[in-house]
Nanobody, 126 residues
Framework: QVQLVESGGGLVQAGGSLRLSCAASGRTFTDYAMGWFRQAPGKEREFVQAISWSGGNTYYADSVKGRFTISRDNAKSTVYLQMNSLKPEDTAVYYC???????????????????WGQGTQVTVSS
């Protein structure tokens, strides 16, 4: 089992920044690629960004290109999501997820991920 705990959410004005953290425990962190997803009220959960096992490759949704950056610190078993130039439409619960297998589904496919955190709320006011 892998336990994932997100933190860093909160209320911020449009144009501001937040950094989310997701601390992992229970298994070897480098055995898992990591992803961030989000779910806005009344909408389905959607892919935001992902990072490979070593951190050498990242993947992102077009909606956050140039504004969000995913990174990981394998020594701390933590993945981060730096969010800049936030917009009201970024308001959502943000979830981190861990993916073990490299084969099959795309990075944006939620079914590719084996473990999920409980989420952290991000609210962007206009």
């Amino acid at each position: 089992q892998v336990q994932l705990v997100e933190s860093g959410g909160g209320l911020v004005q449009a144009g501001g920044s937040l950094r989310l953290s997701c601390a992992a425990s229970g298994r070897t962190f480098t055995d898992y690629a990591m992803g961030w997803f989000r779910q806005a009220p009344g909408k389905e959960r959607e892919f935001v960004q992902a990072i490979s096992w070593s951190g050498g490759n990242t993947y992102y949704a077009d909606s956050v290109k140039g504004r969000f950056t995913i990174s990981r610190d394998n020594a701390k078993s933590t993945v981060y999501l730096q969010m800049n130039s936030l917009k009201p439409e970024d308001t959502a619960v943000y979830y981190c997820a861990a993916r073990w297998s490299a084969s099959g589904r795309s990075w944006s496919d939620q079914r590719a991920y084996d473990y999920w955190g409980q989420g952290t709320q991000v609210t962007v006011s206009s």
